[in-house]
């Protein structure tokens, strides 16, 4: 990695990118003062006031987060999904914030060669941390608009290695539940494993030919016909496969 750095890192002309972002930025920071009264949107503090001055119970509850009111990422998507349009308008804003940091990071970090030279250290963990410019804390879908080929023709390549940590976890505790459950969703398959329905339900059908209890691999075949039921009676029919039972 050493290496690498220390040839560089290419990057594209920050220019005109730069205008467009510091732009959207002032624009935004106007529409907000224009809808809300709010002079500065980065000031957690202009925001609360400004949310606690509409005495609404769901937005009070929203942004609350263990009995601390918060405008966190997510209680403004709370806010969206419940309507209120400050919730857009504040996440919009800090996206755009994210990515005018961003760019400053690189411009106050580039030489005249288009190149950046990070210093590279190990964390406790031995992850690799990256500072002037933090190259970790880009926003990652801006990467491609950032990050150049170091030669003009060449290309760049994203290379992830998936499950690197379950992996080696995984082969050092020789945990088979892990290694059978590696390679494509392993954490959707760990969920499911983990908190996934286990009981069964025993299906008895009452007929003229007296009580009968359905194997599983039957059930597949039962008709409209039969009554199903459970341990504990409801009130409503419910589908079986596709099959509308009494229960």
């Not at 690498?4 to 594209?12: E, L």
């Not at 990118?17 to 930025?25: A, E, K, L, T, Y």
């Not at 288009?114 to 210093?119: D, F, G, L, R, T």
């Not at 998936?162 to 059978?180: H, L, M, S, T, Y």
Request: charged share 30%; hydrophobic share 35%; with cysteine.
């Amino acid at each position: 990695i050493k290496d690498i750095i220390a040839k560089g890192i290419k990057i594209h002309d920050l220019g005109q990118m730069s205008s467009n972002i510091d732009d959207r930025f002032d624009n935004k920071k106007l529409e907000i003062k224009d809808k809300y009264g709010i002079d500065n949107p980065a000031s957690p503090k202009q925001l609360q006031e400004y949310l606690r001055s509409l005495h609404r119970a769901e937005v009070i509850s929203a942004c609350t987060d263990k009995g601390k009111f918060t405008t966190d990422a997510e209680a403004l998507r709370r806010l969206s999904i419940l309507g209120y349009e400050f919730g857009d308008d504040m996440i919009e804003f800090r996206d755009i914030a994210s990515i005018k940091k961003a760019i400053k990071q690189l411009s106050d970090n580039i030489d005249e060669n288009n190149m950046i030279k990070p210093e590279v250290n190990l964390g406790k963990t031995n992850r690799v941390q990256y500072s002037k410019p933090a190259l970790l804390s880009l926003p990652k879908n801006m990467l491609w608009d950032l990050i150049a080929p170091r030669e003009e023709g060449q290309s760049i390549w994203s290379v992830d290695i998936k499950n690197q940590e379950p992996n080696i976890i995984a082969n050092i505790k020789n945990c088979e539940e892990i290694k059978c459950r590696l390679g494509g969703s392993l954490y959707e398959k760990m969920f499911e494993w983990c908190y996934g329905p286990k009981a069964k339900m025993t299906l008895v059908v009452f007929n003229c030919n007296g009580i009968s209890i359905i194997k599983n691999e039957d059930v597949a075949n039962i008709t409209n016909n039969d009554e199903l039921y459970a341990p504990y009676r409801v009130n409503e029919q419910f589908k079986y496969y596709g099959n509308a039972v009494k229960a």
